[in-house]
């Protein structure tokens, strides 16, 4: 039982480059979640989803795309790239209602630098 | 706008010492607090979760409070350890109208000295 994985570790990029960002889950957890954490600030929900083919907006979504084609994956993509990106990603997922006193499990982040 | 507030920012104390962490919060509707800890270069782990009506919770030396009234939670750590050394993060989740919202804390840094 892995639980939750993330694919890359780390990655630089170019401005105006793009990637896409692996999240995978063992758990058969419905919600999926992609947040940033920068210094100085609390962790920023980007997207989410509460089930395979749904996605939604959080705080932070602007210049990030989401898919979740398969339950267990969920992919956050970045089209152009920009130096404001600078910041370590965390997936996380959980079982059922979002946010309802339901334990979310993190990744161990991906570190992206975007020069 | 919600708020969650931690201090202190930054802490150091000798191993087997007992420490407590606050977290003042500003959310509304409030729906649970949680305690995260997350050690540098991982993902956030959870420690506890407590509801409006619990008050304290437990998980092995780590014990959270919640006064909902003052909207204040605290972390005591009994007896820490070297292993305790990460960031602390209070988040606390709204419960409005549709989906929940969890507000996280910046943290704070314990760093336990041998």
């Known amino acids: 039982n892995a639980g939750v994985t993330q694919t890359p570790k780390f990655r630089v990029l170019k401005t105006g480059q793009s990637m896409t960002l692996l999240c995978a889950q063992d758990?058969?957890?419905?919600?999926m979640y992609w947040y940033r954490q920068d210094p100085g600030m609390g962790l920023r929900l980007i997207h989410y989803s509460v089930g395979e083919g749904t996605t939604a907006k959080g705080e932070v979504p602007d210049g990030y795309n989401v898919s979740r084609l398969k339950k267990q994956n969920f992919l956050l993509g970045l089209e152009s790239a920009a130096p404001s990106q600078t910041s370590v990603y965390f997936c996380?997922?959980?079982?059922?209602?979002?946010?309802?006193?339901?334990?979310?499990?993190f990744g161990p982040g991906t570190r992206l630098l975007v020069l | 706008k919600n708020q969650v507030e931690q201090s202190p920012q930054s802490l150091i104390i000798l191993e087997g010492k007992n420490c407590t962490l606050q977290c003042n919060y500003t959310v509304s509707p409030f729906s649970n607090l949680r305690w995260y800890k997350q050690d540098t270069g991982r993902g956030p782990v959870s420690l506890t979760i407590m509801t409006f009506s619990e008050n304290t919770k437990s998980n092995g030396r780590y014990t959270a409070t919640l006064d909902a009234d003052t909207k204040q939670s605290s972390l005591h750590i009994t007896a820490s350890q070297l292993s305790d050394s990460a960031s602390y993060i209070c988040v606390v989740s709204d419960k409005g109208f549709g989906n929940e919202k969890l507000t996280f804390g910046t943290g704070t840094r314990l760093t336990i000295i041998p």
């Open positions: 996380a997922s959980s079982y059922g209602f979002r946010g309802g006193g339901e334990t979310q499990y």
């Open positions: 758990m058969n957890h419905e919600y």
